[in-house]
């Protein structure tokens, strides 16, 4: 198919793009921006005036069950993300290469979002006997992972990343020290202690953070640290980056914008991992992802049923929605926070692509035809509703938004085009 879309504010960072024009879609991949190829004919066409066009987001936290993928690729696509990092922890997990095979196809069936899998690091999440990495990684995996599950014996982490070391497989570990965050639902802090809570505190955090870098550093592995949460770890990771350390990170977009003062009356949509932090902690991530120290902000998709929060704070099911809601809590970050829109949407497309070494991002010429149209200037009302995820927990309901997504193409197909 051939696609033309015309008149919008053209931004790719990758490319170092900003200005308004049109952009030609041919075959899957972008044909030309600005004057259109030669005896060039499109099958449609799409009114950009207003709009930015950017590359398709690049979301590296996604929890995906394989009975909602449909709607969880549709709720992609509706958040304009065209490349969605999927997190091992579906049912069963993702440690055999025949598992990975049957995600990727069909994912690829519904002609959507892509889908890039991560493997378990270890067999079933167990912590115990790694898995076959190489195998994985041949079925398409781009990177190994515990998911929520930290590996409790040190000995084994070590083999794991002194083998994805040797073939520089990224590992990729959320650090949480499980001693210290057994059955913890909050911030260890102020509001924890008034609504009774048991608190989670920043030094889980940090303690397996120290872990994680220390065997990276004697490994050599390359890491990616997932979901930061707190102003220590920010500087952690920073100093780990000056040594010359190969680290990156990622931040959830919830935590930049909410406190665990947040959580109010037990509202159990508010219910993350790990947990909100103090206002200090929020405001330490938003420095380290405007200095480039936190690479990449991710959803952390993670749909739950309406039973799960239906329940008290402490026994509901940590997460929150948010593939759909990614690129307008950016774009009122970036109001807030004084961002230029380019570095915004950089923070989306380029740098997280970059992190995960995918071929993505970027509206070069011949590149993927992978790419978000939306009105930075329109704004949305979020309901339960109005999203088209199976999970509609997000703190987030009620919420005003910016940029509302006109249309996203994912490899030349429209993935999704808002009804006129």
Not at 370 to 398: E, Q
Request: net charge negative; with cysteine.
């Amino acid at each position: 198919m051939k696609i033309a879309i015309r008149g919008g504010r053209v931004i790719d960072p990758a490319s170092d793009i900003d200005t308004v024009a049109d952009v030609f879609i041919a075959a899957g991949k972008i044909a030309a921006i600005g004057d259109a190829p030669a005896d060039w004919h499109a099958n449609k066409e799409i009114k950009a005036a207003g709009c930015v066009v950017a590359p398709g987001l690049v979301d590296l936290a996604a929890h995906v069950k394989r009975g909602t993928l449909a709607t969880e690729l549709a709720a992609a696509a509706a958040g304009g993300v065209t490349s969605m990092v999927c997190l091992p922890d579906t049912d069963p997990v993702l440690d055999e290469p025949g598992l990975v095979d049957m995600l990727r196809l069909r994912a690829q069936s519904f002609h959507s979002t892509h889908v890039y899998p991560l493997g378990a690091l270890t067999r079933a999440l167990a912590g115990k006997q790694l898995s076959e990495l190489s195998k994985l990684a041949d079925a398409g995996c781009v990177g190994f992972t515990q998911a929520e599950v930290p590996i409790l014996d040190t000995q084994v982490l070590l083999r794991a990343m002194q083998y994805a070391a040797t073939y520089d497989y990224g590992v990729w570990l959320r650090p949480d020290d499980p001693h210290l965050s057994k059955d913890g639902t909050a911030h260890d802090g102020e509001v924890a202690s008034r609504l009774g809570l048991i608190g989670i505190p920043a030094a889980s955090e940090a303690i397996a953070l120290g872990t994680h870098i220390e065997l990276a550093r004697a490994t050599g592995a390359r890491l990616h640290v997932c979901r930061v949460s707190s102003a220590q770890s920010v500087e952690t990771i920073r100093r780990a980056k000056e040594a010359g350390l190969r680290v990156s990170a990622d931040v959830s977009i919830n935590h930049l914008h909410l406190i665990d003062l947040d959580i109010g009356y037990f509202d159990a949509n508010f219910h993350l991992t790990p947990p909100l932090r103090s206002a200090r902690d929020r405001d330490a991530l938003i420095a380290g992802v405007i200095d480039g120290t936190i690479d990449a902000i991710v959803s952390d998709h993670t749909p739950r049923p309406i039973d799960a929060k239906q329940v008290p704070f402490s026994e509901s099911a940590p997460g929150a929605s948010g593939l759909e809601l990614l690129l307008s809590l950016t774009l009122r970050l970036a109001e807030s926070a004084k961002i230029d829109l380019g570095d915004a949407i950089n923070m989306l497309t380029a740098r997280p692509a970059k992190a995960a070494r995918l071929s993505a991002g970027s509206l070069g010429v011949g590149s993927a035809a992978d790419l978000c149209v939306f009105d930075p200037g329109a704004y949305r009302l979020i309901s339960a509703a109005s999203m088209k995820s199976a999970g509609k927990n997000t703190p987030f309901l009620g919420y005003e938004l910016p940029g509302v997504v006109r249309a996203t193409i994912a490899a030349g197909h429209v993935a999704y085009e808002q009804a006129a």
